[in-house]
Structure formats: C-alpha cells, structure tokens
C-alpha cells in the first residue's frame, strides 16, 4: 500500500512558477513509478509527467515539455513538479499517481492517487 499527499497548489499569475510536492508512505514507494496527472471539470484526468521508480527515464505530455521538471528523493519518499512558464491552460486540479512497474500514461494503469491539489494560473 502506497498513500500518497500533494501540496503546493495555490494561485499564480501566467509566466509564474509553483512546486508541487507529493509525500509518499508505505515501503514500496521506492519501487513505484509515480505520474502527475491533471484534470478540469467536465474532462478526463490528462497525463502530464511520469518518472521511474529510479529517476530515470522521466516522460513528459508535449503540452509540458521544457517548463515542467520531475523528480523524486526516494529517501524522503517524496516526488517534486516544477512548474515554470505556467499558463492559464494550465489550471486544473493536480494529482499525484503511484503504481508498480514501469511509467504508462493511462490514468486507469494507477494504483494509488492523491486527492489533488488545485493550480490556478491567472492571464
């Protein structure tokens, strides 16, 4: 069992930056893939990044690519997002996603999930 805990939502104005964190329990977590995942009202949860239970490799949506930054401190139990450049297209609610085995991008392939934290990005 994996719970997972996001933080560091909140409101920002476009070309601003936030970080998200995601704080893990469980002993497995160092063995997780883990992936943020978005979602606005009325649309499906959108796959945003993915990194492996080692770092590496990390997989982006073309949408993020070159403002958005993973990575995990598995000694900490802990995976980061850095977001930079931010837009309003990027406001939604954001999840935090863990499952065994390699990184998917297909929501329904994760087995524990945060319960989100919201970023608004202002125009």
């Known amino acids: 069992q994996v719970q997972l805990v996001e933080s560091g939502g909140g409101l920002v104005q476009a070309g601003g930056s936030l970080r998200l964190s995601c704080a893990a329990s469980?002993?497995?977590?160092?063995?997780?893939?883990v992936a943020w995942f978005r979602q606005t009202p009325g649309k499906e949860r959108e796959f945003v990044v993915a990194i492996s239970w080692s770092g590496s490799p990390t997989r982006y949506a073309d949408s993020v690519k070159g403002r958005f930054t993973i990575s995990r401190d598995n000694a900490k139990n802990m995976v980061y997002l850095q977001m930079n450049s931010l837009k309003p297209e990027d406001t939604a609610v954001y999840y935090c996603?863990?499952?065994?085995?390699?990184?998917?991008?297909?929501?329904?392939?994760?087995?524990?999930w945060g319960q989100g934290t919201q970023v608004t990005v202002s125009s």
């Open positions: 996603a863990a499952r065994g085995g390699r990184t998917v991008v297909t929501a329904t392939e994760y087995d524990y």
């Open positions: 469980g002993r497995t977590f160092s063995s997780t893939a």
